[in-house]
């Protein structure tokens, strides 16, 4: 999504992208809910229709979808490169030559194209190491771990690591179960309270976006971390103390509710959104692309993990479940505390000074030189100057 989006909403789609995550959650679990007294079969089988709809329109979208312009541009296909992107902006097969705008993003591909291979081989010990070979991928991704980018690097995969150690996906995958551990008793109460928790996250993910930037990153995470923190070790509390008795203390088992709902607020203006954007600002542009990756991957393999353990933690002791989860979250504090730098309106030369590292500026300053040796300068000013042109021309 980000190889194809025009530059001016790529911001905005990544920040929809928890959105658009937790609106799937939302939708998923109440099909559930309300076909789960169909009688036989059809009580599943029609949810599983449901999800073949939308599988079927991103696979035909996917037949019509154009190649990754930045792809074809790395292999050094620009000419199909042009015609993709043309695609990808709804421009005619005439307008293709004729439209500055065109020529424009396609040389920025250049430019970043060639940034990542003389970066890349700038750090490469082995020089004929060519980028796209398996030998020159092996080096782009061994960047990653140098010395200038370790730090960057960690904080992607921590970042990931925290969001699902946070318990989120533990309540979304196992609602009903960790619900019954809290005393909610019949089917139509648990799920109910289950479905509550994607409802709140996904009303908490919208002041996120509104605000993320004027707040900062650090303010929410810490502040996020440390509620999250509290309302699990509260609930491991109470199960620990009422669990085995929820039937005479209503009242616990009501704030043991209380508190899911709280954890799943502060995640949502937390975690939540600024698990997908932190990543995407703390690396420079020529490691951007495959620290986003590895920092999702990390996302993906705890999620994993989150999905095959918390049974196994359940059936031991629900509330040392709950217990884990606080203690990551609390860790996550620490983390956000002292190794964590604000992102939001933030400076190349700041993070780089926070990093100790110059691989920003450095970007930077050959990506410059490149702009200027592909002519990406000379374009921009004759577009300029044809425009004026143009304007005094009508005027």
């Given at each position: 999504?980000?190889?194809?989006?025009?530059?001016?909403?790529?911001?905005?789609?990544?920040?929809?992208?928890?959105?658009?995550?937790?609106?799937?959650?939302?939708?998923?679990?109440?099909?559930?809910?309300?076909?789960?007294?169909?009688?036989?079969?059809?009580?599943?089988?029609?949810?599983?229709?449901?999800?073949?709809?939308?599988?079927?329109?991103?696979?035909?979208?996917?037949?019509?979808?154009?190649?990754?312009?930045?792809?074809?541009?790395?292999?050094?296909?620009?000419?199909?490169?042009?015609?993709?992107?043309?695609?990808?902006?709804?421009?005619?097969?005439?307008?293709?030559?004729?439209?500055?705008?065109?020529?424009?993003?396609?040389?920025?591909?250049?430019?970043?194209?060639?940034?990542?291979?003389?970066?890349?081989?700038?750090?490469?010990?082995?020089?004929?190491?060519?980028?796209?070979?398996?030998?020159?991928?092996?080096?782009?991704?061994?960047?990653?771990?140098?010395?200038?980018?370790?730090?960057?690097?960690?904080?992607?995969?921590?970042?990931?690591?925290?969001?699902?150690?946070?318990?989120?996906?533990?309540?979304?995958?196992?609602?009903?179960?960790?619900?019954?551990?809290?005393?909610?008793?019949?089917?139509?109460?648990?799920?109910?309270?289950?479905?509550?928790?994607?409802?709140?996250?996904?009303?908490?993910?919208?002041?996120?976006?509104?605000?993320?930037?004027?707040?900062?990153?650090?303010?929410?995470?810490?502040?996020?971390?440390?509620?999250?923190?509290?309302?699990?070790?509260?609930?491991?509390?109470?199960?620990?103390?009422?669990?085995?008795?929820?039937?005479?203390?209503?009242?616990?088992?009501?704030?043991?509710?209380?508190?899911?709902?709280?954890?799943?607020?502060?995640?949502?203006?937390?975690?939540?959104?600024?698990?997908?954007?932190?990543?995407?600002?703390?690396?420079?542009?020529?490691?951007?692309?495959?620290?986003v990756a590895l920092s999702t991957a990390s996302n993906w393999t705890n999620n994993f993990l989150i999905g095959l353990l918390t049974p196994v933690?359940?059936?031991?002791?629900?509330?040392?479940?709950?217990?884990?989860?606080?203690?990551?979250?609390?860790?996550?504090?620490?983390?956000?505390?002292?190794?964590?730098?604000?992102?939001?309106?933030?400076?190349?030369?700041?993070?780089?000074?926070?990093f100790e590292s110059s691989a920003g500026l450095e970007d930077i300053a050959l990506k410059q030189q490149i702009e200027v040796d592909l002519g990406?300068?000379?374009?921009?000013?004759?577009?300029?100057?044809?425009?004026?042109?143009?304007?005094?021309?009508?005027?």
């Amino acid at each position: 999504m980000a190889e194809i989006s025009p530059p001016e909403v790529r911001g905005s789609l990544m920040a929809l992208e928890q959105f658009a995550i937790v609106l799937g959650a939302v939708l998923g679990f109440w099909t559930g809910f309300f076909t789960r007294d169909i009688p036989e079969s059809a009580s599943w089988r029609i949810p599983l229709a449901i999800q073949l709809v939308p599988g079927i329109i991103l696979g035909l979208g996917c037949m019509s979808l154009p190649p990754s312009p930045r792809l074809l541009v790395q292999q050094g296909r620009n000419e199909e490169a042009l015609h993709a992107l043309a695609k990808l902006r709804l421009r005619s097969r005439g307008e293709i030559e004729s439209d500055p705008l065109l020529q424009i993003e396609l040389l920025e591909m250049q430019v970043e194209a060639a940034l990542i291979a003389q970066t890349t081989a700038n750090d490469t010990p082995v020089r004929n190491a060519k980028p796209g070979t398996l030998r020159g991928e092996l080096y782009a991704w061994s960047r990653l771990f140098s010395s200038k980018l370790r730090k960057r690097t960690l904080i992607g995969v921590l970042m990931m690591f925290f969001q699902q150690w946070s318990g989120i996906n533990a309540l979304l995958y196992y609602g009903p179960t960790l619900m019954h551990s809290l005393g909610m008793q019949g089917e139509a109460a648990t799920l109910l309270s289950a479905g509550g928790i994607g409802i709140v996250q996904f009303l908490a993910v919208l002041p996120a976006i509104a605000f993320i930037d004027r707040l900062g990153r650090r303010p929410l995470l810490r502040g996020g971390s440390l509620t999250m923190a509290i309302s699990h070790l509260t609930i491991a509390l109470l199960v620990h103390r009422y669990g085995a008795d929820w039937s005479t203390h209503t009242l616990a088992a009501r704030i043991a509710l209380v508190c899911v709902y709280t954890f799943t607020a502060a995640y949502g203006v937390s975690y939540g959104p600024i698990g997908w954007i932190l990543p995407s600002e703390v690396f420079p542009l020529s490691a951007r692309s495959k620290g986003v990756a590895l920092s999702t991957a990390s996302n993906w393999t705890n999620n994993f993990l989150i999905g095959l353990l918390t049974p196994v933690f359940m059936e031991y002791s629900a509330s040392g479940t709950f217990l884990i989860f606080a203690v990551a979250c609390a860790l996550g504090y620490v983390w956000s505390t002292y190794s964590v730098p604000e992102t939001a309106n933030v400076s190349l030369e700041e993070i780089d000074a926070v990093f100790e590292s110059s691989a920003g500026l450095e970007d930077i300053a050959l990506k410059q030189q490149i702009e200027v040796d592909l002519g990406l300068h000379d374009l921009v000013r004759r577009v300029t100057r044809a425009r004026e042109r143009s304007t005094e021309d009508s005027a």
